[in-house]
């Protein structure tokens, strides 16, 4: 959840790391002097043949000890697996047992639902020759493309069982994105790939082995979470949505309401209450990857009639090796449990809240990556780590280390290849009316990061180009009906810092990126405008040198950003000229903002830190309302201080905040001892407090804690609980239920 | 990169001078890594010292030449598993030995990070640090240290927890 925060930490110990002094024995002019000593071997020998062996050195016995030592734990390692499955299952039935007071009839219900697909998915048996058996039915190797294929139209028909993946509507082939990623023309083409990336030692006795280490992730590729913000879009009989980052692109959330119910997930379970009126009643709990062997729920979508729940799912298979691979191998063991992970989406009908029934299920390989929803469309983002990996127990011609979307080997005209590591992306999408069926997928060999919107999907990632410093590439794939196409890539200087400084508006594509050179290590910002074809427009550089960017917003033709350096200037650039984009305003103000919503047509809502001007030493949680109407004259309305609250989710995760202009509603939470929940109105130009509930004995983390409202009602809720406040009544506390007891 | 890749090359035929170059990219973090894990600043400058001469050696059997530093970390990734046995076979106190890692002519925020961070477990040392330094991905971690990948998302983003917990406990603590 907090992977923002994982990572400041990350950096900081990167950074305290670098003032350790290396010793000058391990200096490279040292080391050099000591390799010259060595006698040197392969002398005149061609570079491919040069094979020295890894036991050399007389190193030999202790190596060998010590493998044989792994043995017993090993052997230890597989019992745990078995005892897993076993207690899994125990431990599955014991709960279904007692579901409480949530509403137990319908987990039978579930059960019976998941008949099919249960005797399926009974995975796990790990049987004694250590064969993985999956019970996934063999993929056909070839996709047969059939003509356009009506739809089932009755969901009933086509309710648990996957539709086949051949009722394929879409047969536009594949474009390239630019150099960046390539279509690959066939199977061989993929596996030759990643077949690069294996290494090769000789054993002594002169056999060959292979295998497939570990090509370092991009650093980057962990800063997913950011992203998004705004209100959702339907916001019918007024009720709160997930804060997303594309006004109308819905994002999975652990806590929804569809105005009537609320959603919740916890301990791998979904829990339905009744909300109405502020009285809070357990209605139902599901249990989505009941009969998989290892099932981790991790978010959902609500509306009308619909629930869909994102999983992770695992299976376990004990991978054994050569006994004499091992031995030439030293980081090898002799067998290893090897979990493979899928994401799979449960589409269920809420019509009965009390006893929801599962429509249909799409699974693919890799783990959960993200997803997005566009009124019936979500396009399911997972990745596997390591693709190479598979290569290690499979043959080409087995194809089974190709990744499968519902059971089927992905395509190799759906695949994109690139020069950037084996690790990939899978996409899929689907129509939630026929929820078994994938409407289209792709893999693309990248870690990226994901930004969509309503007709285009971009992939964006850093890369070190050595001298050139970082650059960003971004490419951008058109979706049609959840048909996805690439049309281009580009690549600019610097990096992406804050996930709202990428944006797309009508025909223009920008994004704003904050470049060290390389030289003399100088930091400034640029702004760059695209056309949908990505290709470029123009470019407003050297923007606030010495400083980064530490949040942004987009808003029609206009950039608004916050730079920091002891004061926070808010940038207005105007991109309605796409050639020559202008800054009209600038506001410096102390303090900074970590993120910024904008509120209504004309202003923009910031909630950050304030500081001392002088120490740049954080004084507490800063709130302020800017008005924007005249972006020559950026003026503050109003701003609240929170002295000596140093900590809140809202300052890196957007969904955990609740920015509602059309009922003049902000919550969040705050804490370091003490944590609390926080309701703000805004009205006529100033904050009032509405709101603060102390939020301690719950044992959920701060970002997990949500705001909600529907109508007149407002709502706390946590994985754990849920409390009902009424609006009209000064936020009288009205009721409160803990989730599943 | 291509750059890289004809030192690799070069390497490969037994050329100090180019493998010197080639270490020269990651000996820093190689270092970083060693000391964070094993937390004395001896043992791993011998770690690094003794993968370096077996990556030499060994540098023959480096296929794919982009993966160098990916490959010389799982060297020394090894070593200083098997050190950190040999210290629990050894039964080393570091609650009495002092914590090298927070040695310092000044008492920073970063030593003070150092501190807590050679407080951690051992094997919450070794995922971090192979992230940190290494940039292995979970997946990969968990691969070599057979565990599995969701274990170690779990215990690494426990660890990174802590940490932040108590560098934010400190902060509260000097501003009073």
């Not at chain 1, 071997?41 to 020295?52: D, I, L, Q, V």
């Not at chain 1, 009755?154 to 390539?182: C, H, I, M, W």
């Not at chain 1, 406040?725 to 009721?735: A, M, S």
Request: net charge negative.
């Amino acid at each position: 959840m907090d992977r923002k925060m994982e990572k400041k930490i990350i950096q900081e110990i990167r950074k305290s790391a670098e003032e350790l002094e290396i010793p000058e024995g391990l200096l490279p002019e040292n080391v050099e002097a000591r390799l010259e000593t060595l006698p040197r071997k392969n002398e005149g020998e061609e570079t491919g043949a040069a094979r020295p062996r890894l036991t050399q050195k007389g190193k030999q016995s202790p190596r060998h000890r010590r493998i044989r030592k792994m043995f017993p734990a090993l052997y230890g390692i597989s019992a745990a697996a078995l005892l897993l499955v076993c207690c899994y299952t125990l431990f599955q039935n014991g709960l279904m047992a007692k579901s409480g007071s949530y509403d137990g009839q319908d987990a039978q219900n579930m059960a019976m639902e998941m008949d099919g697909e249960a005797a399926q998915t009974v995975r796990g048996e790990v049987d004694s020759t250590g064969a993985p058996q999956s019970a996934t039915q063999p993929p056909e190797a070839s996709r047969t493309t059939t003509g356009p294929d009506e739809a089932p139209r009755s969901p009933e028909t086509q309710a648990v069982k996957n539709d086949s993946q051949q009722a394929r509507r879409f047969r536009e082939a594949k474009r390239d994105a630019g150099d960046l990623y390539k279509v690959a023309s066939n199977y061989e083409e993929v596996y030759n790939l990643l077949k690069q990336y294996e290494i090769v030692y000789e054993t002594e006795d002169g056999r060959s082995v292979s295998v497939y280490p570990t090509e370092p992730a991009d650093n980057s590729a962990f800063g997913v979470d950011g992203a998004f913000v705004e209100k959702e879009e339907i916001a019918a009989g007024s009720y709160s949505a997930t804060n997303t980052q594309v006004a109308g692109v819905d994002e999975s959330d652990i806590i929804k309401t569809d105005g009537v119910c609320l959603y919740t997930v916890k301990d791998n379970k979904v829990y339905i209450t009744d909300i109405r009126g502020g009285e809070l009643s357990p209605l139902a709990v599901l249990d989505p990857t009941r009969g998989e062997q290892m099932g981790d729920v991790q978010e959902i979508y609500v509306e009308e009639d619909r629930l869909i729940v994102i999983a992770s799912v695992y299976e376990s298979h004990l991978v054994e090796y050569d006994r004499e691979e091992t031995m030439a191998l030293r980081e090898k063991p002799m067998a290893q449990v090897v979990n493979d992970a899928a994401t799979v989406l449960y589409t269920y009908d809420t019509s009965e809240k009390t006893a929801p029934r599962l429509l249909g299920t799409i699974r693919q390989d890799g783990e959960y990556r993200d997803s997005r929803k566009i009124g019936d469309m979500v396009y399911l983002f997972s990745w596997e780590n390591g693709l190479g990996a598979r290569l290690e127990t499979t043959k080409e011609e087995d194809l089974e280390w190709l990744p499968t979307v519902n059971g089927t080997y992905i395509s190799a005209d759906h695949i994109y290849l690139s020069e950037k590591g084996y690790n990939a992306l899978l996409v899929s999408s689907l129509d939630i009316k026929h929820p078994g069926r994938v409407l289209d997928e792709i893999m693309i060999l990248c870690d990226d990061e994901i930004y969509l919107t309503a007709q285009s999907l971009y992939l964006y990632n850093g890369a070190y180009m050595g001298d050139a410093g970082w650059v960003t590439q971004i490419a951008r794939f058109a979706l049609e009906d959840g048909v996805l196409n690439a049309v281009g890539a580009a690549m600019v200087e610097g990096t992406i810092k804050d996930t709202f400084a990428i944006n797309e508006y009508g025909e223009s594509f920008r994004v704003l990126t904050t470049c060290q050179r390389m030289d003399d290590g100088t930091v400034d910002n640029t702004l760059t405008l695209f056309d949908l074809e990505l290709q470029k427009k123009g470019t407003l550089t050297g923007i606030a040198p010495g400083e980064t960017i530490y949040s942004a917003r987009f808003f029609e033709n206009m950039a608004y950003f916050v730079t920091y350096r002891n004061v926070d200037p808010l940038f207005a650039v105007d991109l309605s000229e796409e050639s020559q984009p202008k800054i009209l305003g600038e506001l410096e103000l102390t303090g900074y903002s970590e993120y910024l919503h904008l509120w209504g047509e004309d202003k923009l809502l910031g909630i950050g830190f304030e500081t001392d001007p002088q120490s740049g030493k954080r004084l507490g949680i800063k709130m302020s309302m800017f008005d924007l109407s005249d972006p020559a004259g950026l003026k503050v309305l109003d701003s609240v201080v929170l002295k000596n609250r140093y900590f809140s989710p809202a300052l890196y995760q957007y969904k955990t905040v609740l920015a509602s202009p059309e009922e003049g509603l902000i919550g969040f939470a705050v804490g370091d001892e003490a944590r609390s929940y926080l309701v703000y109105g805004w009205e006529e130009d100033g904050f009032r407090l509405l709101l603060e509930r102390e939020w301690d004995g719950d044992s959920c983390s701060l970002d997990q804690i949500r705001g909600l409202y529907v109508g007149d009602m407002f709502y706390i809720a946590s994985p754990n609980q849920v409390v009902s406040f009424d609006r009209k009544g000064d936020y009288r506390e009205i009721d409160a239920l803990e989730i599943g007891e | 990169m291509e750059q890289n890749i004809e030192l690799v090359k070069l390497a490969k035929t037994g050329d100090p001078h180019a493998f010197a170059q080639l270490y020269e990219c990651v000996y820093k973090d190689l270092y970083r890594f060693a000391f964070i894990s094993l937390r004395s600043r001896e043992d791993a400058e011998d770690v690094v010292g003794e993968t370096v001469l077996d990556a030499f050696t060994a540098i023959g059997g480096l296929r794919r030449e982009e993966a160098f530093r990916a490959w010389i970390f799982r060297i020394l990734s090894n070593k200083c598993k098997d050190k950190l046995k040999e210290y629990t076979q050894k039964y080393v106190d570091w609650e009495e030995v002092e914590n090298e890692l927070s040695y310092s002519e000044e008492w920073t925020e970063s030593v003070y990070l150092r501190k807590l961070f050679g407080e951690l477990g051992d094997e919450e040392r070794l995922i971090v640090g192979l992230h940190v330094f290494g940039g292995y991905t979970s997946r990969e971690i968990a691969g070599m240290l057979h565990m599995k990948a969701n274990t170690v998302r779990t215990r690494e983003s426990r660890a990174l927890k802590k940490l932040a917990a108590r560098m934010r406990a400190a902060e509260v603590e000097r501003n009073g």
